[in-house]
């Protein structure tokens, strides 16, 4: 199963997330059966980002959104620890600090797109700008067509200078949200974690389905592509993500740099003489 | 075995590398009798660095210092990846770039200490510059020892604001780096990373091990040590190190935040509700 065809969101889709289940789990019966399959991405995805670091041409930058409980930390605790840390950059994108605030919204997010070789990944990104600042109607609606519009010319540029992007929702029904509430709950360890905010949020839920539809519609185009993935299932979620990233690195048809050495020439130069120093100890031992 | 007892370096030492097996594996027997070990430590450290990252009150350096081949690049892949990508950077440092050579050593450094909550991991540092500074004399006898006492004050301001540091030496005998050498020949995945400058360097060996000697002496502090990590085995090295940074962040005695809410309120006001509602459905599946 391509899950890239499956859950890719086309350019300019009416998309409708109440379409999509959330527990939808495709061709996969359960946790322990995918476990392998999931491994296996994991190991491709490590391969792969090794390569993508020795080659030093590209960069790739991964987005997460979800609503609150949907599951960005737990895909980066899962899928992205497959990968070398020297080759992983992630950043947390807060509220603005004042600074942040005095300066156009992507200001804070270029400054953390992942550099030649390495692999970025935003929790939570520019596409705030679009949510949650449309939810709560800190933009009107004119200056979020603008922003999909700045969004879609900043990626495109992006891409034209090495960098690839592969753009997440993480996508949980409104029930899944609280049964994962209730659990911080219980987890005294994650009681800190909770929020009365969180809960009030809630009441915003559809207002959020639909500027993520528009969003997502807005701004999926073929080289910068949203996925929607249906994480009611967090095994799931992690196969999904992990498949998505390991083949679409796949494609990029990397390779190992050429040595920029004459191997003969250190061979003979340099390794020779340890060769035969040894040699010589080994016939010194023995007479 | 406590190898934080054992390999630390006492301040003011008079260093004798010479004297350190680089080849010593202390109780240990082998890579396989030493694995569920290292997997312990592992686990250890991952359960620490959430607990970091919750208690969001200091932060952690580790510095790791070494030859060519001496295995920074393997430390991080194998130890490091134990811990979340999300409360993790690496930073890596080159020969400095124009403008970081226009301003004090330390500067590039300092922008890239970790913040509160997160794990910095130094792949090369501020050493460097009283290390191959001085082997290739760009600086004198003078200004070596000045900086050194720039660093402790450096290092020991960091501490007063809870960024704990852990600085490590992995330690390679010179038969082993070229062996190692030997491998990135006959491998053609890293046959791109061959230099003929770490060869000529080979020439420097004894060199840099005084001014490892001397600056390891000059700057291990209680609050800021140095260990010296015998290396030519990896996975001990992996050993010791998961084991002294895991340990050592026991030692912090963190706590997981209370939460902000009161829990009773948010169980009545939000998940009562749902459970009301949830048996409201069973009773009306039942009926």
Known sequence: ??????????????LRLADIDPDDTQDQGS???????????????????????????RALLIVLQAMDAGGKDGTISHVMRAMNPQGVS??????????????????????KVPRLSQVGVFNRSHYEDVLISRVHKAIDKATCKSRY??????????????????????????????????????????????SEADYKERAFWDDYMDAYEE???ATSTKHAPWFVIPSNHKWFRNLAISQIVAETMADFGMKYPKPSVDLAKIRREYHAAAVAEANGKKKKLKG
Do not use: C
């Open 90 to 111: 992630v950043s947390r994108f807060e509220a603005p600090t004042p600074e942040e605030r005095a300066h156009d919204f992507l200001w804070r997010i270029h400054s």
């Open 1 to 14: 199963m391509d899950y890239r065809k499956k859950f890719i969101v086309a350019t300019d889709e009416k």
């Open 149 to 194: 519009a700045q969004i879609r010319d900043f990626e495109a540029e992006l891409l034209d200078n090495g960098t690839h992007i592969l753009k997440f929702f993480l996508h949980i029904s409104k029930e899944e949200q609280l049964a994962r509430f209730a659990q911080r709950l219980e987890d005294p360890h994650r009681n800190w974690k909770i």
């Open 215 to 217: 969003a997502m519609g």
């Open 31 to 57: 946790d322990s059966e995918a476990a392998d399959l999931t491994e296996q991405y994991r190991q491709k995805l490590a391969d792969m980002q090794t390569l993508l670091y020795a080659e030093n041409k």
